[in-house]
């Protein structure tokens, strides 16, 4: 059964990234803080094991078919993250649960509340 739900969440998150370009762990990590009960950390390197690559490269496919994705600067990005990505990853691991839930929810809320009001 938690097959079925992890693919079925995993889809619907897919579908919801391939749409609005959001990163999947702003949908992944809450769902299995309260749906699968894990901890923040546990989590988040859950999810970070999920999104590595190729998950996404069937909605890039369609964006760069259609001309909508600039490699070069993805590229970088892609670097950067790659090594952003260890030192976040280490540093996560000093942090409480508590507080890491509670950055991760304000992150979310300051991303929220600019988008809602931006025009």
């Known amino acids: 059964m938690t097959i079925a739900i992890s ?11 391939g749409l609005v370009g959001i990163g999947g762990g702003v949908m992944i990590i809450p769902a299995l803080v309260y ?3 894990m901890t ?3 989590a988040q390197g ?6 590595l690559a190729p998950i996404g490269f069937l909605a890039f496919w369609e964006y760069y078919k ?3 994705a600039d490699l070069k600067m993805a590229l970088w990005i892609a670097l950067g993250f790659f090594f952003g ?5 280490k540093w996560a ?27």
């Not at 508590?98 to 950055?103: D, P, Q, T, V």
Request: no cysteine.
């Open 35 to 37: 749906g699968f009960h």
């Open 85 to 89: 990505g260890y030192f976040g990853g």
């Open 66 to 68: 259609a001309g909508n």
């Open 7 to 17: 693919l079925i969440l995993g889809f619907l998150v897919g579908i919801l990234s």
């Open 93 to 119: 691991q000093q942090i409480s649960q508590a507080s890491l839930r509670k950055g991760f929810a304000v992150f979310l809320l300051i991303v929220a509340v600019k988008m809602f009001f931006q025009k």
């Open 40 to 42: 923040q950390k546990r």
């Open 46 to 51: 859950t999810s970070l094991a999920a999104l």
